[in-house]
């Protein structure tokens, strides 16, 4: 395009351009991720963005003392490692000292020398020499001071928390057990309607296509109390619960259905002509055109509204908490992450992995199928001017 | 848990197939009891013709009833609700909207509304336009529109996780973990609870949407642009018109549909706004918007229907210019036959 | 086998008149080319016969029935697309058994005729394939075995070979033929624009424009006696030669026409004077265009000319082959 404008600012620059603007984009969910991983404590304690690199810190060990001492070449060695004893992670020395005020005095690997003839090596893993050429005789060894330098530290602590004590695990079946249904049952009862409203001879057709085309702006919030209504009668006069699953599979697929209708209607009918005339020429009635050429030939049109309608009814909050309610049973995924943000608001490694296991689903399903969702959206939004 | 998979693995089955059985059903028994196929036949040729009477309502059958029983009543009842009392009995005239219209936090709710409406549309739209634009001719350029477009597939409750995260405050002094406060600590300035902040939070708030929804307006906006035949821009620059010219006279006019499009897409989508707002504020510090105003006087003290109602119809009556004018343009391009 | 009467038949979409008092009686087992102009009606008039479009008014006979309410699949009869048609995801053994599937046929049955079919039209090396695998010839193959397999009585055919390239076309053309030959008690009828097609493979054309039927004969009528000055000029290529002025009035006609082959050439002052432009030498024969007072003229020679460009040339029409057309330009006694 930019080339088309005759503009051709060094490719460098666009490059540039493009990639601030993607890093701005990404940075939020990447610090999502990156945090999700980290210790609770780091967490807490320092941004993430500062988990990617090593962190320096300083510390004292103590060197073992005249016991461990041997004689080797004339000399007397004390030798071991300053992270003995310490915690797992412990790092890598980058400087060391023999002075509290000056850890970082010496490089790693070097050999200093001290007083009294002595001299004391410290390599990067820890492992230090003192060497001396008369016998050692403080039982207590002395300290050195050092600079370590602690690797990123990550664990998958978070999620296995989160995944079987806090009832993530849960929900994400909760999830699945609306959304799956609630994705199915649309596409059906949409593609019969849709290949009515296109080729079948219909009295009104327009008109009933022009209310389906305007029911896709009605917000969701015109049919809530009605709707809550009818169900909590329908409850009482039946005898069930009010908040059953195949309520909610209803609703949403009462919901998704002029999103389907106007999806599927508009590929249906730009389906060429000839093929359904043939067919009917060739005896065929409408139920076996549907089924044996139309539905097989607009398979692109089905999939991007079933990606469109997985997402939508994954993420989707109101319809759930609604028409489905809080238990532990029905709760779904997107409710709890809510409900954690006030319960446990300040925990962000709860928050963070919580987060992170609610959208990991909805990303897979767009990344592997991108193209389709994409056709989805460009269905009847690509006009001239 | 395993018990629940078990109850919705067989329900499925049984929503899925009860669906298959409706269709293959009513379509079987029509042609059992209107045969048509045998033969030529005057009475083939008449029970034909019955059948494709009644099997476009079949068909179209399903669909009916669920978009009359969950959209269409819905909302004439939900008018009519907006006329009555807080329990849907008592007819009360007005007084629900008058009393809206005099109540602060329904006055606030419409002035947020309005300047979310003012600020997210246009600033997807631009941004996607500009995304949309700088990206066409990078052969990474897909890549960088899935990664523009990748919001769209997290919940707003996610988005939203993840912003409080990135707005997050710790108090003067402490080190910092949300960016933001990172960032100005950084320069020097003092760290703020930036989704409390009187007025300036709704911005906040809408830096969330934006966020979402830019790879929307991008992806859309790119397609159009990729239709633009490449002759108009040709001609036009042998015409000798610099590339800012081509772009306003020649690229944008021939797209204006589209940007139309997404405009008003996207300001639909604004006006129902709700999980944002509920997930990030709950609507203290004064972010309240229409949606959850509505929300709360449904099932806060015990739920007022009539109220909540009036509420949800003026989000409506906000939404039906655009609803007009969508059905405008579907009766102009109508496939088929 | 069927014979097809229509009698004033009238189509209209909305309040456009389309087709305007058609009255035709095509015999059974006859092949009858509709040709014409674009817009001129053909293809309404060809999908009105197949109960694809309904008539708005007048009556459609097939095999001596009243068709007009009937719909498409009982009317015998079967058709073959522009494009062909083709079910994009079966294959063509699929896609010739697919009539045979909504008949209700067993499989062996369907079997046996799809493969007696793909036999007749060299097929059956490419039954499993898929149509985007087989060239434009093949598919047209296909369409037609579609056609053949049913059994119907009639076929139609909607400008089959506009999709294909000239070498394409002429080799198809002589497909049809065969067809025909090979099926002699089916009623075919063809729609083209291309009247090559129609002279070459009809028993007899109609020639229609804008809605009506303006002539119907067999080709070497409409050649040698067109009735109006468009079938005149619709039919033969290179187009008819129309001179009005002198030349016509002398003929007592308000124009005269005179086909290519029909000039000679004369000394005489008192035939069309005219300047030599341009000549097309095609081989077999020349085509001199001339410039005369009243208009360009095309003369033909057979093999080639000793005409030169700029060489000034009397053309004399020949009595026996001259038309004449009067003032509403239909042709006038001899």
Redesign the interface.
Known sequence: ???????EPSRIL??L??IF??AL?????A??LI?SLRDKND???????TALSSADRKQVGRMKGSADQVEKDGKFVISGNLFEGADANSGKVSAFGTKVQTPGANAVGSTVALDAGQSLTVNVDGSYVLTSPTKFADERGSRVFFVSSQPPRFTLDNYQNVLFSEGI??SF??S??VT??AT??PI???A??A????????PFR?F???????????????????????YNAAGTFLGVPSKT??GI???H???G??FA?YLLR?Y???L?????????????????I?R??VL??CFPALASFAIFQF?WV?????VAIVFLGSGP?QLV??GK??AL?GSRGGN?EI??A??FV??IV??T???SL?RYF?RG??AG????? | MFEQIIYAFFTVIIGVGGCFGYFYGSNWLLDRVFPANANNDASAVRNLKIQSTIRPWLFLGPALLLLSVYLIFPVIQTFWLSFHDRAGDKFVGMANYVWAFNDDQFRLSIFNNILWLAVVPALCTLMGLIIAVLTDRLWWGNLAKSLIFMPLAISFVGASVIWKFVYDYRGEGQDQIGIINAIVTYFGGSPQVWIALPFWNNFFLMAILVWIQTGFATVILAAALRGIPEDTLEAATIDGAGPFKIFFRIMVPQIYGTILVVWTTITVLVLKIFDIVLTMTNSQWDTSVLANLMFDWMFRGGGDFGRGAAIAIVIMVAVLPIMIWNIRQANKEQGGH | MADIKLTNLNKSYGTVHILKDVNLDIKSGEFIVFVGPSGCGKSTLLRSISGLDQVSSGTLEIDNAVVNEVPPSKRGIAMVFQSYALYPHMSVFENIGFALENQGLSRAEIKTKVEAVGEMLQLTSYLTRLPKALSGGQRQRVAIGRAIVRGAKVFLFDEPLSNLDAALRVQMRMEIAKLKRDLPKTTMVYVTHDQVEAMTMADRIVVLQAGRVMQVGTPMELYENPNSVFVAGFIGSPKMNFITGAPAEKLNAKTIGVRPEHFEFSDSKTDIAGTLDYTEILGSDSFLYVTTPTGMLTVRQPGRTEFKTGQKLNLKPIAQHVHRFGEDDMRLAK
Not at chain 1, 25 to 29: I, Q, R, Y
Not at chain 1, 43 to 49: Q, Y
Not at chain 1, 219 to 226: D, R
Not at chain 1, 381 to 385: A, H, I, L, Q
Request: glycine share 6%; hydrophobic share 60%; aromatic share 12%.
């Open positions: 395009m930019l080339k088309r404008l005759q503009l666009l490059n351009a493009v603007i993607i984009w990404t940075f939020p969910t610090g999502l945090s967490i807490a304690a320092s941004g993430w963005w695990g849960r079946i909760n699945l057990t799956i249904p199915i049952i059906l009862i949409a019969f309607a290949y009515a409203l296109a080729w079948m001879k219909l327009g009933l296509i022009a209310i389906i085309v305007g029911l896709l702006v009605v917000p969701l919030q015109m049919s809530l109390i009605p709707l809550l209504k009818l699953y195949l599979w209803l609703a697929t009462g919901f259905l002029p209708i508009s249906i009918a730009g060429p002509k000839d093929l359904i005339e043939s067919a009917q020429i060739d005896g065929a009635n409408d139920f076996k549907f044996r050429i097989p030939l997402l994954w993420n989707d909050l109101l049973d995924l997107t992450l809510n943000l962000w928050l963070t919580s987060a609610t959208i909805p990303l399903v767009f990344f991108q994409v959206l460009l939004s690509v006009k001239g001017g």
